[in-house]
Nanobody
Framework: QVQLQESGPGLVKPSQTLSLTCTVS??????????WTWIRQPPGKGLEWMGA???????YHNPSLKSRTSISRDTSKNQVTLQLSSVTPEDTAVYYC?????????????WGQGTQVTVSS
C-alpha cells in the first residue's frame, strides 16, 4: 500500500519561503511512469496544480507559480520537496502531494492527507 505524507510548518510569515516535504512509503519515487505532484486548495477555492517531479527527476511547474516554486527529491529518503518563495496570504491553502500515473492514461491514484499552511504575520 502506497502512502504519502506531507509535512511542514503550519504557519509561515509573509515574504518567507515555505518548504514542504512529501514522504512516500510502500513504493519508490523512481519507479517508472509515476509523477509526484504538488496540488493546493485555498479556502473556498478549487484545486490548483503547482508542479511535479517525474520518476526521472525532471520537473514541471505551473507557469503562474514557476518563478516562485522549486521541486526536488531525495531518493535516499524517498521524499519529494516543494519550496515556495515570497509567500503572501494568498498562498494560504491545504497542500497535497499526489501520485500521477502516466502509463496508458493519466490519473491520480494516491493522495496524501494534506497539510494546512497559513501565511500570516
Amino acid at each position: 500500500q502506497v502512502q504519502l505524507q506531507e509535512s511542514g510548518p503550519g504557519l509561515v510569515k509573509p515574504s518567507q519561503t515555505l518548504s514542504l516535504t512529501c514522504t512516500v512509503s510502500g513504493g519508490s519515487i523512481t519507479t517508472d511512469y509515476y509523477y509526484w505532484t504538488w496540488i493546493r486548495q485555498p479556502p473556498g477555492k478549487g484545486l490548483e496544480w503547482m508542479g511535479a517531479i517525474t520518476y526521472h527527476g525532471y520537473t514541471y511547474h505551473n507557469p503562474s507559480l514557476k518563478s516562485r516554486t522549486s521541486i526536488s527529491r531525495d531518493t535516499s529518503k524517498n521524499q519529494v520537496t516543494l519550496q515556495l518563495s515570497s509567500v503572501t496570504p494568498e498562498d494560504t491553502a491545504v497542500y497535497y502531494c499526489a501520485r500521477l500515473i502516466t502509463q496508458n492514461s493519466d490519473y491520480y491514484d494516491y493522495w496524501g492527507q494534506g497539510t494546512q499552511v497559513t501565511v500570516s504575520s
